[in-house]
């Protein structure tokens, strides 16, 4: 926010990230307590930032988790599920999030559509901690092997 408190302008071209946390206690403004989980950091691209408030929940909801459907966004924020929808496609006419069809036919999984380095390193570091517990040599141990057998599978 600027120092009036006011939004900038949505025309201004912004590519700072702000961090967010995935708990209170990751947050290193809360008090102090027994570690559960290490930190990590979700970016959050400008874009977001800007948002009208209920756009700016539902762009959350789906960049903290890598993609969200619909129906799990309502179970996050609440609501009604037909103005989500119209709100996805909406965000996604500007750029904010893209869509996919999932496995299911009816299904639609909203994906974030402003990746850049900062979020490629925060999805990288949930990746790891939450599937690796915090390992990355683990991490980089396993995605070898696995590059390796398809590699000697093609």
């Not at 993609?67 to 119209?86: F, H, M, V, Y």
Request: aromatic share 4%; with cysteine; proline share 6%.
């Amino acid at each position: 926010m600027s120092v009036a408190g006011k939004r900038p302008h949505p025309g201004v071209a912004q590519r700072s990230l702000r961090r967010t946390w995935t708990s209170a206690r990751d947050c290193p403004a809360a008090a102090s307590g027994p570690a559960k989980r290490s930190v990590t950091p979700t970016a959050i691209p400008a874009e977001v930032d800007i948002l009208a408030p209920r756009m700016r929940s539902i762009a959350t909801v789906i960049y903290r988790h890598g993609g969200s459907t619909a129906r799990r966004i309502q179970d996050n924020i609440g609501g009604e599920l037909q103005p989500i929808r119209t709100l996805l496609l909406r965000m996604e006419a500007r750029g904010i999030v893209r869509r996919r069809q999932s496995g299911r036919r009816s299904e639609v999984f909203y994906l974030p559509a402003i990746i850049d380095e900062d979020v490629q390193k925060a999805g990288l570091q949930r990746l790891i901690n939450e599937h690796f517990e915090g390992a990355g040599e683990e991490a980089l141990k396993q995605a070898l092997q696995l590059l390796s057998r398809n590699k000697h599978h093609s």
